[in-house]
């Protein structure tokens, strides 16, 4: 088979495959930092936190650092848009010195797709684009419509030219892109992944189901499937437990492995993530269809497949020889938001005109977000990982999991702020996700409490006999 022109510099060895894509093709001793959401209001690098310079130093240390930044950066004092009335579960909003605090602390890559988006409408996103830009930070998952919020963004670093593509999978509904279409304009937006849910019964609890359904008065139609029930707008089918099932949208997977493969082809490595809280929060395991959609995006091209949103942590799994992480929990929780709208007073039964912004958000804090009860209690929250992950010869060699965790138990003012932990902390923490990624087949080693999964490297040979 004739070989297509191949890429100059020190990995020039590296071809284009059958189907386009190109390889991984960084230097030696690349490295990408991976962490999940920044829930950050203001600027923390210059606030004097104890052991946060320690994090900063990991970030700055790495070519590529990425995280999910779940807010919205603007000044409220001149902002020109309103808080919508279909929100992500609270009014994320940031000052405008969170852009250069995340430079400063080291993150080029964030993605901006996720349930928070547009919590501030279109003037909201467009406002944090500006800061991210300002601040050369490289985002993607938003646009002024579906292909721009669908397509990759660039980071030029010396060792490789990495691509960024972010999807959500957790999204508000009228927060999707959508491109134009004959004489309409196409619509700003998140790129979304759309999912249908069913909820799995066993067949007595349908036969239940179809008793109520059947009860209710409505029109009916000739050839209904026998073997589920749509009730209330949910969609029930019989499974061999009762849980949950998600099917993603097969135009938008392709829209998104098209967009893959393109950024790769643009570029030596290719991030892909996506924010998604399915099944719930309350859930460590990932959901059913996100093995086979984070499987799809390594084959298309992508390098590493982040996920976030879940708010806490789940398994790992390498495939290929890439990493999927398949929830990073939080990294900053600094929830200190304020203003917030009119809809969150009366969603925590507060008076707008005798309550302040402070008690409805320390309220919920308190409590938790109404769909995920102990959210600010559960210690799981509170304890996450910092991901290091190491190329050589184009594969990668180590991954290192540094345990942190957000200072639960401190006041409102300094909780959700991330410093390392050691000893019995940071063992628990990777017990736990050598526990969660055991069924991926992952072996994690704790080596002075850090976690570390080491991969042998792969000569050229080997290469060359997989390919035939």
């Keep these: ?27 030696d001793g690349f490295t990408l930092v991976a962490v999940g959401d920044l829930i950050v209001s203001r600027a923390l690098t210059k606030g004097g936190h104890a052991g946060f310079g320690e994090i900063v130093n990991i970030l700055q240390a790495a070519d590529a650092t990425f995280g999910n930044i779940e807010t919205n950066i603007f000044d409220i004092r001149s902002f020109g848009g309103n808080p919508q009335a279909e929100y992500g579960g609270a009014y994320h909003v ?20 996720n349930n928070h988006s547009f919590d501030w409408g ?39 030219r990495v691509a960024l593509l972010s999807l959500a999978s957790s999204f508000t509904p009228m927060s999707r892109a959508c491109d134009p279409a004959g004489e309409a304009p196409g619509r700003p937006g998140v790129n979304g992944l759309r999912l249908a849910r069913k909820i799995l019964v066993r067949p007595d609890m349908l036969e239940s189901l179809k008793y109520i359904y059947n009860a209710l008065p409505g029109p009916r139609r000739d050839g209904e499937d026998q073997n589920k029930v749509v009730l209330g707008g949910a969609t029930y089918c019989v499974g061999e437990n009762a849980g949950y099932s998600f099917e993603p949208d097969s135009s938008d997977v ?25 099944p719930g929060n309350w859930s460590q395991e990932p959901a059913d269809y996100e093995l086979s959609f984070a499987h799809s995006a390594i084959d298309a ?6 996920a976030h949103g ?20 939080n990294f900053i929780m600094d929830d200190l938001r304020t203003p917030v709208g009119a809809d969150m007073f009366a969603a925590r039964g507060k008076d707008v005109g005798c309550d302040t912004e402070a008690d409805v958000t320390a309220d919920e804090m308190a409590r938790g977000y109404e769909t995920n009860p102990g959210f600010s209690s559960d210690t799981a929250f509170y304890e996450s990982v910092i991901t290091v992950s190491r190329f050589e010869h184009n594969e990668l060699a180590e991954l290192r999991l540094i345990p942190i965790e957000l200072r639960q138990f401190e006041r409102f003012a300094n909780r959700g702020i991330p410093r390392l932990v050691s000893d019995v902390q940071a063992n628990a923490i990777l017990v736990r996700l050598q ?15 850090i976690g570390v999964i080491r991969l042998r490297p792969v000569c050229s040979d080997e290469r060359l006999r997989t390919r035939i």
């Design 1 to 27: 088979m004739e070989k297509s022109p191949q890429p100059t510099g020190s990995n020039s060895n590296r071809s284009y495959d059958a189907t386009g894509s190109i390889e991984t093709n960084v230097r």
């Design 94 to 113: 940031s000052l405008p010195e969170v852009g250069p605090d995340l430079k400063s602390m080291g993150f080029n890559l964030v993605s901006y797709a």
């Design 122 to 160: 279109i003037e909201g996103m467009r406002e944090t684009c500006r800061a991210l830009d300002k601040n050369g930070i490289v985002y993607a998952g938003v646009g002024e419509n579906l292909a721009q919020a669908g397509a990759a963004r660039f980071l030029e670093t010396t060792r490789g």
């Design 254 to 278: 392709a829209d998104i492995l098209r967009s893959i493969r393109r950024g790769k082809q643009f570029s030596d490595f290719c991030i892909v993530t996506n924010h998604g809280h399915q």
């Design 301 to 306: 091209g992508a390098d590493a497949y982040v």
């Design 310 to 329: 879940p708010h806490q942590l789940r398994g790992i799994e390498i495939y290929k020889g890439r990493p999927i992480f398949y929830g990073l929990g």
């Design 435 to 449: 526990r969660l990624s055991e069924q991926f087949g992952t072996q994690i080693a704790i080596e002075n409490g």
